[in-house]
């Protein structure tokens, strides 16, 4: 009799969707528009949609305003139906056995590790970049691991940043903190599974994002700085980084051997990662607050003067524009191994808790659970 509730975003509150199957905004929302509307894939009704809870973990209203008319957009929607049947078989053992490693050696090191941090990310590797030498993995899963919480704290705290980098770069520069000797120890561990040309590769991408993080930290909320965002983020996402990572999976994939494919393709490697990590992580920087208004979608938006969707939208076709790109450049051997990558990449981070996917969907499967 009076109608559906709304929430703080102009949405319809009610739990139960339209009987046509589609998710419709009720009245004016706050961003200017009138209702939002569009159809539910298949799979979705089963998802249990509840944004009403989620969008309130958003302190700051104009960016609740923008999450929600991303949400009612469809757009992940669409990102959750088209990863759906993505789910490789994965090695436990040996996920469960580099837990065990790594946490006993960051106690050592006297880093501070999340167990969550160190649970996620070697699921992540076992699903994107599958290893069947377990001492191999474990190298790999320390590098990914240890790289994670390395971005987690400086991109929060750049005196750590300035000191990673001086240990690393400087010739004369003995490490000044944990967190500094274990990057030089994660190295040594991966350099005799690797050609010495593409570790001294390797170990600069990585410096680079950490120059990146540097460059990030000057970032004003309010978009007044003049830096440009693409530019920052080509370093700071450490794209080029995770994504060469592929060439431990497969001799067609060797650094040292298809040099040419590597070099061809990696500006689209960058792209994908960095459009598809902001397009997927835009919730959970909502609820940090800090992080959402100086993500690259946002500062976007606010620098084009365009609406926050208008950028959303933008960002998701480069991301997959770029995976287009990286396919076609790759030869038979190579696109499973790489298609394998770049769909469990968008998989993973929409089912692990570390992105909050579940706070809007509470019938996602967990993928860490």
């Known amino acids: 009799m009076f109608g559906p509730r709304l929430d703080a975003a102009g949405l319809c509150e009610d739990p139960d969707q339209p009987p046509d199957g589609t998710r419709e905004g009720c009245g004016v929302n706050p961003i200017g528009h009138g209702p939002i509307r569009h159809p539910l894939p298949p799979g979705i009704d089963t998802l249990h ?190 794209s080029q980084f995770w994504f060469t990572t592929l060439q431990f999976t497969a001799p067609c994939l060797r650094a040292d051997t298809h040099r040419a494919f590597w070099s061809a393709a990696l500006s689209s490697c960058v792209a994908f990662l960095n459009d598809v990590n902001d397009v997927v992580s835009f919730y959970k920087e909502a609820v940090h607050g800090a992080d959402f208004a100086t993500g690259r979608i946002h500062r976007r938006a606010v620098a084009e003067r365009i609406p926050y969707l208008e950028a959303y939208r933008e960002v998701l076709a480069g991301g997959e524009a770029a995976r287009h790109r990286i396919l076609d450049l790759a030869t038979e051997e190579q696109r499973p191994h790489l298609d394998r990558y770049m769909t469990g990449f968008t998989y993973w981070q929409l089912r692990c808790r570390r992105y909050r996917w579940q706070d809007v969907y509470p019938g996602l499967a967990v993928i860490d659970a």
Not at 121 to 138: F, G, K, N, S, Y
Not at 191 to 213: E, H, K, M, Q, S
């Open 49 to 238: 949609y509840r944004p009403g809870n989620a969008l309130a973990a958003i302190p700051d209203p104009r960016h609740r305003a923008m999450v929600a008319e991303v949400l009612a957009s469809g757009l992940v929607d669409g990102m959750i139906v088209r990863t759906a049947s993505f789910g490789p078989p994965v090695n436990d053992v040996q996920c469960r056995t580099a837990v065990d490693v790594l946490t006993a050696e960051f106690e050592a090191f006297g880093v501070d590790v999340p167990a969550a941090t160190t649970g996620h990310i070697t699921r992540m590797r076992a699903l994107m970049v599958p290893i069947d030498d377990d001492a191999l993995a474990l190298a790999v899963d320390r590098i990914w691991v240890f790289t994670t919480h390395t971005d987690d704290v400086c991109c929060h705290d750049r005196a750590e940043a300035a000191a990673v980098l001086r240990a690393g770069l400087l010739p004369d520069a003995r490490p000044s903190s944990p967190t500094a000797r274990y990057v030089r120890h994660m190295f040594g561990e991966i350099a005799r599974f690797c050609d010495p040309t593409f570790l001294a590769v390797w170990r600069n991408f990585f410096y680079n994002a950490i120059t990146g993080v540097l460059m990030e930290a000057e970032f004003d909320p309010e978009v007044s700085d003049g830096i440009d965002s693409d530019f920052v983020r080509a370093f700071n996402g450490f």
